[in-house]
């Protein structure tokens, strides 16, 4: 346990170590906030403001951006030397792989911050009540922890730092064919389907739920199901690539 | 160096000459006070068996050094005596313990130095070792102290507060070997230490290897080079594609060629030809250029007169003769029958 928390410092010192890195993670993000609402915002018809319908994909979107990092940081510790002393020390695997979900997960709530405060000035409004908004917080960051490990096990599955990079595009893929920007109806048959039954889809639905104040039912059971199977399953894959990668 | 200047540092290490140095029992085995014991190690690697059957014993609190040509399998053995590979086949038990069953123990007991450095570029000197330290299980304050004590022994104090990326190659392995240290190892294994240095910074090597020497610790190390193997082990093992195909000390090696050649010049052609005739089969070594043949022998002045007075009673054949002492480099091309 102390040693994951080690790690995690280390993850996070060598993230505010490369200043190229924490810019992307950083201005990617409002970036695309920006570009989306002002981009699709006066094409799309949705009834409501664009920005306060696209304003939670777009999130979801940068946390996908920032999880998939850390495949590229897990990628390059790999490449190195650096795992073969923490295995001389008697660290295990999922402690590294720790340290670098959980630097992902205060990256990724920094950045959040950041992109909420930007819709804000682009006239995201949300009517949530408190517990809302800290719900949906919630659920947003438990995505991110998800992707980070998905991401991790990514990263233990190639060889070079920069394929770890294309797990950001195979993810944010994802994102794209949900509800996050379009509506599901507003899809070809053949997306719709695809769309309606991936991950994505519930999580930003209730995620908007949350943040706009919808009465009707949200498909939070579904969401937290996505997130924490996505999560569980990522974990085990990635102890165990970890375990035949240091055989 | 010699188990005579060994045993002098070690003196002044506050341990007495010929008594096993301090820390003996606790990185050796209780009975066999062996610090490395390997049976029949053996790995392949897809098809290719690297190491077949390798069998190797290192007394606790001594040099050893695993010798051999690139590809011969040293990292593979370094590797899974250090618990970070399984071996296919074979036992081993490092300071006590069995490396597949106790890998823990064995681990906490022990350090990998690999060729190439295991530090993270972007943190500084101290943050490497304090993290080290951490992981180690030291305290805060502890791994503070430790860190300082390592870089100041190490010559580092100056560039602690700089990332490793901006170290030179010889600084990034003194950090290195540091980093190793942090957790006080009783056998400590360095894979090709002084691989990539230039003259100097080797030198600089050779003189931290032989201070860890005098402290007592076991060092196991790989090398390419047989001068730094003669240097500084008290034990050679010369490994060659996966097996041990020789061991001793660096003296019982060569002896195992031959001690020194004899190399005999005629005074004219017809002189050499008697000569090659005379010494027929134990010619080692011709020129027919310099008109010289080489024949072994163990090179002390009685065997040296009687094979020049045997060769030649006459006096009138030979014009000059040489005394070539062995190096290991003939004994490696003998031993393995390819240059290295």
């Known amino acids: 346990m102390s040693d994951a928390l080690i790690m995690a410092g280390r993850s996070l010192r060598l993230s505010a170590r490369s200043p190229e890195a924490l810019l992307t993670a950083l201005m990617l993000p409002v970036m695309l906030m920006v570009v989306f609402v002002y981009l699709f915002g006066g094409a799309v018809n949705i009834g409501t403001a664009y920005v306060d319908y696209v304003a939670p994909g777009v999130l979801l979107l940068c946390a996908v951006t920032g999880a998939a990092t850390t495949a590229v940081t897990v990628c390059q510790d790999m490449a190195g ?34 992109v909420i405060a930007v819709a804000f000035g682009l006239g995201f409004r949300p009517h949530s009540s408190i517990t809302a908004f800290a719900a949906a917080l919630g659920l947003l960051l438990l995505f ?55 991950p994505a889809t519930p999580i930003t639905e209730t995620i908007r739920g949350l943040l706009l104040g919808h009465s009707r039912p949200l498909p939070l059971g579904s969401a937290l199901a996505w997130c924490l199977g996505i999560g569980v399953v990522s974990m085990g894959i990635a102890a165990v690539l970890f375990r035949r990668r240091t055989a | 160096m010699n188990e005579r200047d060994r045993a002098g540092l070690a003196a002044t290490a506050h341990a007495a000459p010929g008594q096993a140095p301090r820390g003996a029992a606790a990185s050796g085995h209780a009975d066999t006070g062996l610090a490395v014991e390997a049976t029949g190690l053996a790995k392949s690697y897809k098809d290719v068996r690297v190491l077949d059957g390798v069998d190797l014993r290192v007394p ?35 300071a006590g313990f069995d490396v597949a069953q106790d890998r823990s123990k064995v681990r906490r007991r022990i350090s990998l130095t690999g060729q190439f450095a295991a530090l993270d570029e972007v943190q500084t000197g101290t943050e490497n070792l304090r993290m080290m330290g951490r992981l180690s299980g030291l305290s805060r304050t502890q791994a503070r102290e ?34 190793s240290l942090v957790a006080r190892p009783s056998v400590i294994f360095l894979d090709e230490p002084s691989t990539g240095l230039d003259p100097q910074s080797r030198l600089a090597m050779w003189r931290v290897i032989e201070g860890l020497a005098a402290s007592g610790v076991t060092i196991f190390l790989t090398t390419q080079y047989l001068e730094e193997a003669e240097r500084l082990a008290d034990r050679i093992a010369v490994l060659d594609a996966g097996t041990i195909i020789a061991e001793g000390t660096a003296a019982e090696l060569k002896r195992k060629v031959a001690a020194q050649r004899l190399d005999i010049t005629g005074a004219s052609r017809a002189a ?35 094979l020049l007075d045997a060769a030649d009673p006459g006096r009138d054949l030979i014009a000059d003769f040489r005394l070539h002492s062995v190096t290991l480099d003939d004994v490696f091309l003998t031993l393995t029958g390819h240059a290295k």
């Open chain 1, 81 to 114: 030397g650096i795992i073969d002393r923490f295995r001389s020390l008697d660290v295990s695997g999922t402690a590294v792989l720790a340290g670098h979900v959980t630097a992902s997960l205060l990256r990724n709530f920094v950045s959040t911050l950041l």
């Open chain 2, 60 to 94: 606790a609190g001594t040099v050893f050094a695993l010798l051999g040509p690139n590809g011969a399998g040293k990292t593979t053995t370094v590797r899974i005596l250090a618990t970070l590979v399984r071996a296919d086949g074979g036992q081993a038990r490092v």
């Open chain 2, 146 to 179: 430790r860190a300082h004590e390592l870089l100041g022994q190490f010559e580092l104090t100056k560039a602690a507060g700089r990332r490793v990326a901006t170290y030179s190659g010889g600084m990034r392995r003194r950090l290195d070997i540091a980093a």
């Open chain 2, 272 to 306: 050499y030809e008697q000569l090659i005739s005379y010494f027929g089969t134990r010619i080692v070594h011709q020129d027919d250029g310099s008109l010289t043949v080489g024949v072994p022998t163990e090179g002390d002045a009685a065997e040296v007169r009687a």
């Open chain 1, 144 to 198: 991110v922890a998800a992707a980070s490990w998905f991401a991790a096990a990514f990263g233990l599955l190639v060889r070079a730092p920069e394929a770890a990079n294309s797990a950001m595009f195979f993810l944010m893929f994802f994102c794209y064919a949900s509800s996050a920007f379009v509506p599901v109806r507003t899809m070809p048959t053949w997306l719709r389907g695809f769309a309606s039954h991936q």
